[in-house]
């Protein structure tokens, strides 16, 4: 089955400082999709990338998937406390095509950002 | 507005009394899923549905029951439950072919289980 890896765990970064979150795949990655959650709530979409060299930009955060379509990056800009929360990137399962049964999740990445 | 409507928010019961937490979507999405959220594990898929009458298991089915009878609806049913399915779970759907706009999760529910 595939697997996500998520780095680093945690991070925390002053405020107005850049930061880059990375998402690593055990097999070729067919559709990765990057999500925020604040802490025990839902999850928000951000953004979808599917094609090798992809990159997505949506106000301060950009998502980026490499060419041989096994890692992605989300890169935020001049962090602010709204960015602060848990950052999930997760990629279509593949086993019936299209996405229709769903994803499989990294375990997440914990934002804290400081003042 | 567009959404995935999950009810209850929060539920605690007891081990062994059977409970339904509810999953309406107002998008006509044809894919549909359940997944679990725990410390450590992250998110995991229960149960999936392609479209209605059309279910299958993800990663972790045991001691989950799922039905897709209408398309908008998507309940999961806790038949006996136990404290080791106290978890926050979540519901998600999608248009499908519009995989760009991703899955639409709801808020989740919080169930505990003493």
């Known amino acids: 089955s595939q697997e996500l890896e998520q780095s680093p765990q945690s991070l925390i970064v002053q405020e107005g400082k850049n930061l880059t979150i990375n998402c690593t795949s055990s097999k070729t990655l067919y559709g990765l999709y990057w999500y925020k959650q604040k802490y025990g709530e839902g999850l928000i979409f951000l953004m979808m990338?599917?094609?090798?060299?992809e990159e997505k930009s949506h106000e301060k955060i950009t998502a980026k998937l490499d060419e041989k379509k096994q890692q992605s990056s989300l890169h935020i800009t001049a962090s602010q406390p709204s960015h602060a929360g848990i950052y999930l990137c997760?990629?279509?399962?593949?086993?019936?095509?299209?996405?229709?049964?769903?994803?499989?999740f990294g375990k997440g990445t914990h934002l804290i950002i400081q003042p | 507005e567009a959404q995935v409507t999950q009810n209850p928010r929060y539920l605690i019961t007891v081990t062994g009394k059977k409970l339904t937490v509810t999953c309406s979507q107002n998008?006509?999405?044809?894919?549909m899923s359940w997944y679990r959220q725990d410390p450590g594990l992250g998110l995991r898929q229960i149960y999936y549905s392609m479209n209605v009458e059309v279910t299958d298991k993800g990663d972790v089915p045991e001691g989950y029951k799922v039905s897709r009878k209408e398309k908008r609806n998507f309940p999961l049913i806790l038949e006996s439950p136990s404290p080791n399915q106290t978890s926050l779970y979540f519901c998600?759907?999608?248009?499908?072919?519009?995989?760009?706009?991703?899955?639409?999760f709801g808020s989740g529910t919080r169930l505990t289980v003493v």
């Open positions: 990338l599917q094609k090798g060299g």
């Open positions: 998008m006509n999405h044809e894919y």
């Open positions: 997760g990629a279509d399962r593949g086993r019936t095509g299209g996405g229709a049964d769903g994803l499989t």
């Open positions: 998600a759907s999608s248009p499908g072919a519009d995989r760009v706009s991703g899955y639409t």
